[in-house]
């Protein structure tokens, strides 16, 4: 089949009709313009931006000199970058599935129709809205590592002895995690809500009359008519967990013994405590790497595709 | 029915893009050079000032310098931390209208910016070209901004006199980088600890003597341990009581000439084996070993004390003083003289104004800084936030409640500044606090720790002067 020739003609009347389209759509653009001027501003300049100066020597005011591959292969050879991943990792795995396990339980649990139950929502959802910082400062103190530390007088009932959550290195990041996951938690039941609530009623009468139990209706029901919001859970759950910083940030300052020093935590220190912005960058640019192959292969395995919907 | 519009698109497209060019040509004219003012002394008066001096008491007359009057006209922003609940209404509206009487047409507008990230918010404002014209900056930025030349030489902006008002010690060893005087003092931070009198009888320990030497601290911490009290609290994370461990030991972190780190030598053993004594012997609360500075200090540092759980006040600036008197009115307290160990010696740091290498406004700025300086002013700024005065001439209208005086003068004759205290800071601490934890929690020998911390800061160091030479 013979290609398409592009005459002056054609070519003229296709300038044309651009011209007029953009002259009829201009209102349109001029609504998208902030937003996009936003964006390119703050999402994309920034991003370029942090990839340039992942190859320079940078201490933020002073001027910049060219190191090509120097940060890469110092960050690659460096055992605390690697510490910092394994820590990342690790809390990636403890966290997604228990916060979406248990945000869906308490998902399951508010949405019914009972009288005060928008009190048990906003109540599951306050963490979510309330500033970090002081829920940091509520949890160090419930995690205080002697017998009158409130957590401790609780498993005290249970005949265990105290814990020091926050000191042991080996319970310092599954402490940070339980309060992250009691942070966010709330978030998580709204989005479980949302597609609670739009799975037809129909289907739930229909397994009814078939005779299914309450667990096989959710079970064999509801949960396949969640899939689409399951994977929007766990993505989003895990490119949050690789990017944990705040907690770690108040809770125990990376420590004990780097025991809780997370990848975006060692990006912070290394450009804001140590002033190597390049070598920052470049810890930014492998992590941003690590998140987009978890994140591509999550919609890989997990089904995510156009007709998901 | 189209109406006439009053001005065409063409025409409002050329008007449109005529001004903008001429606002852009505009914008890009340089600011006309400052001109720096020369003051000139012209009232002197002899005020006499209680100064102490290394464990003296001196009488001494001191020149009083008053910035001359008027006729200057300008405009600066300066940059401001918060030192009390309310800086606006307590210390920066008063000094503005004392300034607006000398100086009517000088016109400062004093930004608080919270604490949180105040070296990345001077460095982020200084490189992207738009600082404030002057700033509140601790010494511990002096190596940063200095080998970055972020700040400017303020020898010729503040008058001789002014400059000689200040104790030798802070302005030779606290504000020069390559011999430019960057920062100018306005308090100065002493630390100390108050001890509660009633804890100490119930411990076993006579109150009017106070324990001041290591021995009798580690000793008292046993007795008060026994009773269920603690001894003290203790930030891993907090550099400065690191450093003035190591010199109570008799060493220094850096050596004088910056070039070494010396957690290798003896001072650094025994001080980290002090702190190791005090964490696993349960004298502190544990929860001081992790979290940052702040976050540990907020729960463990005061929290105790003042609720009678803690018989020593952790290391503190004198606001401890108005701390106690405000959450624990009926606590009766000694006030203590820094620890013994080989040495008796606490560290100062000082809060300073400085001026930004691109500031638009530096005559202003430096006007504002010299005011602000006054003793009078100096002395005012010190009372308002409980921090003591740094020129001997201010002392005279330092009116601080007399504890926190009386906490200011018994540390001062111990009190040292040096490169520890200035240098590589935020490097020490960030490298340091993950090994002390290590030796801390038994997971590494205090030997092992110090190395493994002595070898990642040396690395640090060698590279930042490696850059200086280039």
């Given at each position: 089949m013979a290609g398409r020739v592009e005459t002056p003609a054609s070519a003229i009347v296709r300038s044309r009709s651009r011209w007029r389209s953009l002259r009829t759509c201009w209102t349109w653009y001029l609504f998208v313009a902030p937003s996009l001027i936003l964006?390119?501003?703050?999402?994309?300049?920034?991003?370029?931006?942090?990839?340039?100066?992942?190859?320079?020597?940078?201490?933020?005011?002073?001027?910049?000199?060219?190191?090509?591959?120097?940060?890469?292969?110092?960050?690659?050879?460096?055992?605390?970058?690697?510490?910092?991943?394994?820590?990342?990792?690790?809390?990636?795995?403890?966290?997604?599935?228990?916060?979406?396990?248990?945000?869906?339980?308490?998902?399951?649990?508010?949405?019914?129709?009972?009288?005060?139950?928008?009190?048990?929502?906003?109540?599951?959802?306050?963490?979510?809205?309330?500033?970090?910082?002081?829920?940091?400062?509520?949890?160090?103190?419930?995690?205080?590592?002697?017998?009158?530390?409130?957590?401790?007088?609780?498993?005290?009932?249970?005949?265990?002895?105290?814990?020091?959550?926050?000191?042991?290195?080996?319970?310092?990041?599954?402490?940070?995690?339980?309060?992250?996951?009691?942070?966010?938690?709330?978030?998580?039941?709204?989005?479980?809500?949302?597609?609670?609530?739009?799975?037809?009623?129909e289907l739930h009468e229909a397994a009814r009359i078939d005779g299914a139990g309450r667990w096989a209706v959710f079970w064999r029901v509801t949960l396949p008519m969640l899939r689409p919001t399951t994977i929007f859970v766990v993505i989003i759950a895990t490119i949050g967990a690789l990017q944990m910083f705040g907690a770690v940030f108040l809770l125990t300052g990376g420590g004990p013994v780097r025991a809780t020093t997370t990848v975006v935590y060692y990006v912070w220190q290394s450009a804001f405590m140590t002033y190597r912005m390049g070598f920052g960058a470049a810890a930014s640019i492998v992590l941003f790497v690590v998140i987009l192959i978890v994140a591509l292969l999550q919609r890989r395995f997990l089904g995510w595709t156009e007709d998901i919907y | 029915m189209r109406q006439r519009s009053l001005c065409s698109r063409r025409r409002f497209l050329a008007i449109g893009v005529s001004?903008?060019?001429?606002?852009?040509?505009?914008?890009?004219?340089?600011?006309?050079?400052?001109?720096?003012?020369?003051?000139?002394?012209?009232?002197?008066?002899?005020?006499?000032?209680?100064?102490?001096e290394r464990e003296k008491v001196v009488e001494k007359p001191v020149v009083v310098t008053a910035t001359p009057p008027p006729a200057f006209k300008g405009a600066a922003t300066v940059w401001t931390f918060?030192?009390?609940?309310?800086?606006?209404?307590?210390?920066?509206?008063?000094?503005?209208?004392?300034?607006?009487k000398r100086y009517p047409e000088l016109d400062v507008k004093t930004e608080v910016l919270p604490w949180a990230g105040r070296r990345e918010k001077m460095m982020a404002a200084f490189a992207s070209g738009e600082p404030p014209d002057a700033a509140y900056v601790n010494t511990d930025t002096l190596s940063l901004f200095g080998s970055?030349?972020?700040?400017?030489?303020?020898?010729?902006?503040?008058?001789?006199?002014?400059?000689?008002?200040y104790p030798e010690g802070v302005v030779k060893t606290g504000l020069s980088w390559k011999g430019k005087r960057l920062m100018i003092p306005?308090?100065?931070?002493?630390?100390?600890?108050?001890?509660?009198?009633?804890?100490?009888?119930?411990?076993?320990?006579?109150?009017?003597?106070?324990?001041?030497?290591?021995?009798?601290?580690?000793k008292l911490g046993a007795q008060a341990k026994e009773k269920g009290y603690?001894?003290?609290?203790?930030?891993?994370?907090?550099?400065?009581?690191?450093?003035?461990?190591?010199?109570?030991?008799?060493?220094?972190?850096?050596?004088?000439?910056?070039?070494?780190?010396?957690?290798?030598?003896?001072?650094?053993?025994?001080?980290?084996?002090?702190?190791?004594?005090?964490?696993?012997?349960?004298?502190?609360?544990?929860?001081?070993?992790?979290?940052?500075?702040?976050?540990a200090a907020a729960v463990t540092a005061v929290d105790y004390f003042v609720t009678d759980k803690q018989v020593l006040s952790a290391d503190s600036n004198p606001n401890v003083v108005d701390t106690v008197h405000a959450q624990a009115p009926k606590m009766k307290y000694t006030i203590l003289p820094p620890l013994k160990g080989k040495e008796q010696v606490t560290g100062a740091s000082a809060g300073c104004w400085g001026i930004f290498n691109k500031s638009k406004n530096p005559a202003a700025a430096a006007r504002w800084i010299n005011f602000v300086v006054e003793p009078e002013n100096q002395g005012f700024y010190c009372s308002a936030g409980g921090f003591a005065p740094p020129r001997q001439s201010a002392n005279t209208y330092w009116t601080a409640q007399p504890d926190l005086k009386k906490f200011v003068t018994l540390q001062l004759p111990f009190t040292r500044i040096n490169q520890d205290m200035n240098y590589f800071w935020q490097e020490g601490k960030t490298t340091s606090t993950p090994y002390f934890q290590a030796a801390v929690l038994g997971k590494s020998s205090v030997k092992?720790?110090?190395?493994?911390?002595?070898?990642?800061?040396?690395?640090?160091?060698?590279?930042?002067?490696a850059k200086q030479k280039q």
């Open positions: 964006f390119l501003v703050f999402t994309l300049f920034i991003w370029a931006f942090m990839i340039y100066l992942s190859f320079q020597d940078w201490s933020l005011i002073g001027p910049r000199a060219f190191v090509g591959l120097g940060n890469y292969r110092e960050l690659l050879a460096n055992e605390h970058f690697w510490s910092a991943f394994r820590v990342t990792l690790v809390y990636t795995l403890i966290f997604v599935g228990p916060v979406a396990a248990i945000s869906l339980l308490v998902a399951a649990l508010v949405n019914q129709r009972l009288p005060l139950i928008g009190v048990f929502r906003s109540a599951y959802f306050l963490p979510v809205v309330t500033s970090i910082s002081v829920i940091a400062l509520v949890w160090r103190f419930i995690l205080i590592p002697r017998a009158e530390g409130p957590l401790n007088y609780l498993i005290g009932w249970l005949g265990l002895p105290p814990q020091e959550w926050l000191i042991d290195t080996s319970l310092a990041l599954p402490s940070v995690t339980g309060m992250q996951i009691w942070a966010t938690a709330g978030y998580y039941m709204i989005l479980w809500l949302a597609g609670l609530q739009s799975v037809p009623e | 001004t903008a060019g001429a606002a852009a040509l505009a914008a890009c004219q340089p600011p006309p050079a400052p001109t720096v003012p020369a003051p000139t002394p012209q009232v002197v008066e002899k005020v006499v000032t209680q100064v102490v918060p030192q009390t609940q309310d800086d606006v209404a307590s210390i920066w509206t008063p000094l503005a209208e004392r300034m607006k970055n030349d972020v700040l400017q030489d303020l020898t010729p902006l503040v008058p001789k006199e002014v400059w000689d008002d306005t308090l100065v931070i002493i630390t100390g600890r108050l001890a509660n009198q009633e804890l100490l009888s119930a411990a076993g320990w006579d109150p009017e003597k106070p324990p001041t030497t290591w021995p009798d601290v580690l603690f001894l003290t609290s203790w930030t891993l994370s907090d550099w400065g009581s690191w450093v003035r461990t190591v010199w109570q030991a008799g060493g220094t972190v850096y050596s004088d000439d910056l070039t070494k780190v010396q957690l290798d030598q003896s001072a650094a053993e025994e001080a980290l084996n002090f702190m190791v004594e005090l964490f696993q012997k349960g004298y502190v609360p544990r929860e001081g070993a992790v979290g940052s500075e702040q976050e092992q720790a110090l190395a493994d911390a002595k070898r990642d800061l040396q690395k640090q160091v060698d590279a930042f002067w």
